[in-house]
C-alpha cells in the first residue's frame, strides 16, 4: 500500500528511540564492516558512498516499519527525506575519516572503526531527530487549525506532532 497505517500507534519517543537504536545501530554496525571490507578492494569513498546508499534503503524500511510504526513500507517521499540526511550523515563520515587521515599518519583499523563509528553515532542521534520529527511524523498535514491540548498549551497548524509531544514533555 505504501501509505502509513493510521490505526497503529506510533511508539513514545524513548521506546522509538531504543527501536532506532536497534535498527539504524545494527545497520550502521554492519556497514561499517561492509565499508571495511570494500575498500580493500575499491577506494574508501566509493566503498562508504556504496555501502551507505544501500544501508539508507534498508533502514528506512525498518524505521518505517518499525522503529517508527507507520505500519507498512516507507513511501517513495520518506526514501527521499531520508536519504537528505543519510547524505549528510556521509559528508560527516567522510570528514571525520580524513581528519583523521590528516592528523594521523597511519591509523589501524581499529582506530579507523572508532573515528568512523563514532561520527556515524553522531550523526545517527540527528537522522532521529528529523526521522521522527519530519520524515515518520503523522498527522502533520492534517492539522488545519490551533489545537489547544488539555493542559492549556498552544499546538499551531503544521507541527508535526512529535515536535509537540517532546515539547510538552520538556
Do not use: D, K
Not at 531504543?18 to 545501530?25: M, T
Not at 525498518?62 to 527521499?80: E, N
Not at 575519516?97 to 550523526?123: C, I, K, R, W
Not at 503544521?158 to 520538556?170: D, N, T, Y
Amino acid at each position: 500500500m505504501g501509505t502509513q497505517n493510521q490505526s497503529q500507534a506510533a511508539p513514545g519517543a524513548c521506546a522509538a528511540f531504543a527501536r532506532f537504536v536497534l535498527c539504524g545501530g545494527g545497520v550502521g554496525l554492519a556497514s561499517s564492516f561492509a565499508v571495511a571490507a570494500l575498500a580493500a578492494r575499491i577506494p574508501w569513498i566509493l566503498a562508504n558512498l556504496l555501502i551507505t546508499l544501500l544501508s539508507t534503503i534498508l533502514a528506512t524500511e525498518l524505521h518505517a516499519r518499525f522503529t517508527f510504526g507507520a505500519g507498512g513500507r516507507a513511501s517513495r517521499s520518506q526514501h527521499v527525506q531520508s536519504a537528505g540526511s543519510a547524505a549528510t550523515a556521509y559528508a560527516v563520515t567522510c570528514a571525520a575519516m580524513l581528519a583523521l587521515h590528516l592528523l594521523v599518519v597511519t591509523p589501524g583499523a581499529m582506530f579507523e572503526q572508532a573515528v568512523y563509528l563514532t561520527a556515524s553515532a553522531l550523526t545517527g542521534v540527528a537522522r532521529f531527530v528529523v526521522l521522527r520529527l519530519v520524515v515518520f511524523a503523522r498527522h502533520r498535514s492534517q492539522v488545519a487549525a490551533v489545537v489547544r491540548p488539555s493542559h492549556g498549551t498552544v499546538a499551531h497548524a503544521g507541527v508535526p506532532a512529535g515536535l509537540a509531544e517532546l515539547c510538552r514533555a520538556a
